[in-house]
């Protein structure tokens, strides 16, 4: 499917690629996480109380087999903007947790993205001019326990999340 969209992209001359990406290409960083359970037990939430957020300068870290899929399409994005010599910008987006029935209390709150910031984080994706020829941004709503930094999207972007959810324990 990735070779298809790609050549389409060249074929067509599309000038900017927005793929699908999601924390779980870093969620590594957490070390020790297990995902889902672990965010439901207030005992295992020692990772979200980092001094630091992990930023996507911090590089990828794969949590299992679906992380590692989402490092190698940031990869695959990456390399098609090399290989568009300066015609295409890529962005790959490591969406958080967006749920259909957009219930903040049901999902794994750190990750939260509503779909109102998940909308504008897309507009703003296409709507900026000047990016790099390649980008990685977290796209996550405004919640207190995110362990992942949102300022580039904010600085690069103009993102600026209307959502968020409160940990459910004190940080």
């Given at each position: 499917?990735?070779?298809?969209?790609?050549?389409?992209?060249?074929?067509?001359?599309?000038?900017?690629?927005?793929?699908?990406?999601s924390?779980?290409?870093?969620?590594?960083?957490?070390?020790?996480?297990?995902?889902?359970?672990?965010?439901?037990?207030?005992?295992?939430h020692?990772?979200?109380?980092?001094?630091?957020?992990?930023?996507?300068?911090?590089?990828?870290?794969?949590?299992?087999l679906y992380g590692?899929?989402?490092?190698?399409?940031?990869?695959?994005?990456?390399?098609?903007?090399?290989?568009?010599s300066?015609?295409?910008?890529a962005?790959?987006?490591?969406?958080?947790?967006?749920?259909?029935?957009?219930?903040?209390?049901?999902?794994?709150?750190?990750?939260?993205?509503?779909?109102?910031?998940?909308?504008?984080?897309?507009?703003?994706?296409?709507?900026?001019?000047?990016?790099p020829?390649?980008?990685?941004?977290?796209?996550?709503?405004?919640?207190a326990?995110?362990?992942?930094?949102?300022?580039?999207?904010r600085?690069?972007?103009?993102?600026?999340?209307e959502?968020?959810?409160?940990?459910p324990?004190?940080?």
């Amino acid at each position: 499917m990735i070779r298809n969209v790609l050549s389409s992209v060249v074929r067509h001359k599309v000038p900017r690629l927005i793929l699908a990406s999601s924390v779980h290409a870093a969620i590594g960083h957490l070390g020790g996480y297990e995902y889902p359970a672990s965010i439901r037990e207030r005992t295992r939430h020692g990772a979200f109380h980092r001094r630091t957020k992990i930023g996507v300068e911090d590089g990828p870290a794969a949590s299992g087999l679906y992380g590692a899929t989402k490092v190698w399409v940031e990869e695959v994005a990456r390399t098609a903007a090399v290989e568009a010599s300066g015609t295409l910008t890529a962005i790959a987006v490591r969406f958080g947790n967006v749920r259909a029935d957009d219930d903040a209390k049901q999902s794994e709150y750190p990750f939260y993205l509503s779909h109102r910031d998940c909308v504008q984080f897309i507009e703003r994706c296409l709507a900026t001019k000047a990016l790099p020829w390649f980008s990685t941004f977290f796209a996550i709503s405004d919640n207190a326990c995110n362990p992942f930094d949102i300022a580039s999207a904010r600085q690069m972007l103009g993102y600026k999340p209307e959502d968020g959810v409160d940990c459910p324990f004190p940080v």
